[in-house]
């Protein structure tokens, strides 16, 4: 098991980076089509980071591990990759609030405001819900924020998707083939 733990780290990253691009280039083409809140939008960003996860492990799957992977390993992974995607992420977000769109925060906070009022909840319980949003305006509570709220999305995500990329082979063939991808390293 001590072997995959190297072998994991530089593709985790790598595959987080390109998560994060797509995760990017969907804010900024939402933030550009003035379409935030949108909900078939957001239907279709979930099927678009399924699938970039998915991509993701498959060809982690295929290239390092000879095709193939038990679900625990797709699902560790899988956060791995969500993992080092946040942190890419969450330093866009912090730019985006800060310099590219400081009224960010504004509109989010009022969406939500309006989103509670439609859930009919009373006003004491919005006021209460509104007052402790706001204190997480700041950048260094919205890094934060962004890195533990997609990493937990990558856990959900990681859930689905690993069900379907497990491939589970012969035993003796994938402790070769993870042998002999350790002895390239």
Do not use: H
């Not at 987080?16 to 003035?34: H, K, R, T």
């Not at 402790?132 to 959900?156: D, E, N």
């Amino acid at each position: 098991m001590e072997s995959n733990r190297p072998l994991i780290l530089k593709p985790a990253m790598t595959y987080g980076l390109i998560i994060a691009l797509i995760f990017i280039i969907f804010a900024v083409l939402i933030w550009i089509l003035g379409m935030e809140g949108v909900r078939w939008i957001q239907w279709i960003t979930w099927a678009a980071y399924l699938s970039v996860l998915y991509l993701c492990l498959k060809n982690w799957r295929d290239q390092y591990l000879g095709g193939y992977i038990r679900y625990g390993q797709a699902l560790s992974a899988g956060i791995l990759f969500m993992f080092f995607a946040s942190i890419i992420y969450a330093f866009y977000n912090v730019i985006y609030m800060k310099w590219i769109d400081p009224t960010a925060v504004e509109r989010m906070l009022d969406l939500m405001e309006e989103a509670y009022y439609k859930q009919g909840l009373p006003e004491e319980q919005v006021t209460a819900m509104m007052n402790f949003a706001s204190k997480l305006r700041g950048p260094g509570m919205q890094f934060f924020s962004v890195i533990i709220g997609t990493t937990f999305l990558g856990v959900i995500l990681s859930l689905i998707v690993s069900i379907f990329i497990r491939k589970e082979g012969d035993p003796y063939k994938q402790a070769m083939s993870e042998i002999e991808n350790s002895e390239k390293e």
